[in-house]
């Protein structure tokens, strides 16, 4: 995909011991499909389930990932964390299995499965043998249609996760986070962290996961991809199967659209630390902005290109104030943003903060040069592939791709979109977006001078 997520969310998962075996297994079977080798096929079921297919016949595995629009931006605010506790509890007991059973029939055949939410979705990953095709994709439906929500599995996971927001709370980095969203989405949903607060995951109830999976998990919200051993006639008796038995319509999406908050300065939270940690960032392009391409281009020579970047060479290279500075787009459903981050010792904070400006300044005044664009283009292109380096991938690809709107042909089309992009094109781009005046920053230490 073209962009990636600031924060993982904390571990609402079990131990993982019991499918080691299972992903030893798997490994030896992972695809690598370069992208120009990838076709797409849409695939639509009998009664209008549609999903997307790449196949591969070459070993014996299928992987698949899911997605249901809505993800934690809808969880009431009493109850902020309900989202991520509803997938970690999805595949702890389903149908007639307790958690125990269903676990034990995962590891039996050899099926990976697991669910995550974030601000604006629930996903869902399956990988298995295609031997035990239909047992999987049988142990999916029951995940999605009849999860149990028993008591131990429901309090298990919901010390996981208080666990992780005791952790989250010293982290210098995720307390920087969540203050930015904060700040840059007031009222809004995603000012709210996906991963709660422990008073709000304290009071979320069974009923409130029932409520969850009844209103979110409905075929009209559903995105498929599948790749690997199955034949488009296969797979569309499987989506009746699988997923027939959901809702036809979800509870209503009232998350709106927003622009993030754009006000700029320098918020710092005390913490004894012998570096300061922050994070910075103002708004940017959603996926479906026509400025999206040459906005990708800008942001790889400002800060996403690594050692690449502009950042890192005044930043780290020429006066070693940071071990890591960077910047990326982050485009969520309702909004977008430019995200960064950096970590550098207490008495040189501000010094590290101003090159960063004077940074956006730089290109927002006068764009990049043309060895710049065209090495940006080159690197976004010529990496592309790499990253669709198993079939859990691809599969996660093709559903990013519905979720964005892009077309089954993107990836016929996504090199020309780039190489397309002029240096007008980003020079437009830099002087919309890059004002150091609306760059907020939130740090976490005790910066001298700030």
């Given at each position: 995909m073209d962009s990636t997520l600031p924060l993982q969310a904390p571990s609402a998962r079990r131990p993982l011991k019991r499918r080691i075996s299972a992903l030893v297994l798997l490994a030896g079977l992972l695809l690598s499909l370069p992208a120009q080798a990838v076709t797409v096929e849409r695939v639509a079921s009998p009664n209008g389930i549609e999903a997307w297919l790449v196949q591969d016949h070459s070993n014996p595995i299928i992987s698949m990932e899911i997605a249901f629009k809505g993800g934690a931006a809808l969880d009431p605010a009493p109850k902020s964390g309900l989202a991520e506790m509803a997938a970690g509890l999805l595949d702890e007991g389903a149908g007639p299995y307790d958690s125990q059973t269903f676990q034990q029939k995962l590891e039996d055949q050899?099926?990976?499965?697991?669910?995550?939410?974030?601000?604006?979705?629930?996903?869902?990953?399956l990988k298995t043998l295609t031997?035990?095709?239909?047992a999987a994709f049988d142990l999916l439906r029951l995940s999605l249609g009849q999860p149990r929500f028993d008591k131990e599995p429901v309090e298990r996971i919901r010390g996981q996760i208080l666990s992780g927001l005791m952790r989250e709370a010293q982290d210098p980095n995720a307390m920087a986070t969540r203050r930015w969203f904060q700040a840059m989405f007031p009222g809004h949903p995603y000012a709210r962290s996906p991963h709660g607060v422990p008073e709000t995951v304290k009071t979320i109830q069974v009923g409130d996961l029932r409520a969850f999976a009844r209103g979110q998990l409905a075929r009209d919200r559903l995105?498929?991809?599948?790749?690997?051993?199955?034949t488009p006639a296969e797979l569309a008796r499987l989506l009746d199967a699988t997923f027939g038995g959901l809702p036809a319509a979800g509870a209503p999406d009232t998350v709106a659209d927003t622009a993030a908050r754009a006000t700029g300065g320098v918020t710092v939270i005390d913490k004894d630390n012998p570096q300061t940690v922050a994070v910075f960032g103002a708004p940017g392009v959603k996926r479906d902005d026509p400025d999206?391409?040459?906005?990708?281009?800008m942001n790889y020579i400002l800060g996403g290109g690594g050692f690449s970047s502009r950042l890192t060479e005044e930043v780290r290279e020429k006066r070693g104030l940071a071990y890591s500075v960077y910047s990326y787009l982050l485009p969520q459903r309702h909004s977008g943003l430019i995200f960064g981050g950096v970590a550098t010792e207490n008495g040189r904070f501000a010094e590290s903060i101003g090159l960063i400006r004077a940074e956006f300044?730089?290109?927002?005044?006068?764009?990049?040069?043309?060895?710049?664009?065209?090495?940006?283009k080159t690197y976004l292109n010529g990496s592309f592939p790499l990253q669709l380096d198993s079939t859990a991938a691809i599969a996660g690809l093709l559903v990013q791709l519905q979720a964005d709107n892009l077309g089954i042909?993107?990836?016929?089309?996504?090199?020309?979109?780039?190489d397309a992009v002029?240096?007008?094109?980003?020079?437009?781009?830099?002087?919309?977006?890059?004002?150091?005046?609306?760059?907020?920053?939130?740090?976490?230490?005790?910066?001298?001078g700030m």
């Open positions: 050899v099926i990976t499965l697991n669910f995550d939410a974030s601000r604006d979705t629930l996903r869902g990953h031997a035990n095709r239909d995105m498929i991809g599948v790749v690997g051993d199955i999206w391409y040459a906005a990708s281009i300044q730089r290109m927002r005044d006068q764009g990049p040069t043309e060895a710049e664009l065209a090495n940006a042909d993107f990836l016929d089309r996504r090199n020309a979109l780039i002029t240096l007008d094109d980003v020079k437009r781009a830099a002087r919309r977006l890059l004002d150091p005046g609306t760059l907020t920053i939130v740090a976490v230490g005790r910066p001298a």
